[in-house]
């Protein structure tokens, strides 16, 4: 699942919504703070009645709370007072809310691009199955033809259209091998 656990979204108080009925800045809500938790922690105390757990943004949330706080709601102290109300699973991120284990997470022929990647890296996969790239002889031909960077002789050309085919083809994804070769056909026909 992913995420792998009930999570917090922000950096607030995890609680019980039920604590919370009419909750404002003239009557808030005060409950005594019994931990804290950081992301990357295990939760280990459940909150109840009366209690909260300051909490950090991506934060196993503790049982027992059934809704988060921002902490730009509350006075931040200890005990906790809280200035707003909310529903229950307000701010609260569930275990599997992004997918579920077993779900296909990418369609077979995904181009493997950094979102895909980051998908795949979410779930803990180091490996996949793919298709190769798809490799391309490219050869150009002709006398006339020679490499840019190099002197242009008279009545020669440079070389534009292997540059271009060859970084097209990389752009779509494909591995490219080059080569160049007079108007002989054997030298064409053995390049090929």
């Not at 196993?60 to 707003?84: A, H, K, N």
């Not at 077993?102 to 950094?114: I, N």
Request: proline share 8%; glycine share 10%; hydrophobic share 40%.
């Amino acid at each position: 699942d992913q995420p792998p656990f009930d999570r917090s979204p922000l950096d607030g108080y995890a609680l019980r919504s039920a604590d919370l009925t009419g909750a404002n800045r003239e009557h808030p809500a005060v409950l005594e703070v019994v931990d804290t938790v950081y992301a990357g922690d295990e939760a280990r105390i459940s909150v109840g009645p009366g209690q909260a757990v300051q909490i950090m943004t991506g934060a196993m949330l503790p049982p027992g709370c059934d809704c988060v706080v921002p902490q730009e709601d509350t006075d931040r102290g200890d005990p906790v007072s809280v200035f707003v109300s909310l529903k229950p699973f307000q701010n609260y991120i569930c275990q599997g809310e992004d997918y579920r284990k077993g779900v296909r997470l990418l369609e077979k022929g995904t181009r493997l691009d950094a979102a895909a990647l980051g998908v795949l890296a979410g779930a803990g996969l180091t490996e996949v199955e793919v298709y190769r790239r798809p490799r391309v002889g490219l050869l150009t031909t002709g006398d006339e033809v020679v490499s840019p960077g190099t002197p242009l002789p008279a009545g020669k050309i440079y070389g534009s259209n292997q540059m271009l085919l060859a970084a097209r083809l990389a752009e779509l994804g494909f591995e490219t091998e080059t080569a160049h070769q007079g108007d002989n056909p054997a030298a064409v026909a053995e390049a090929m």
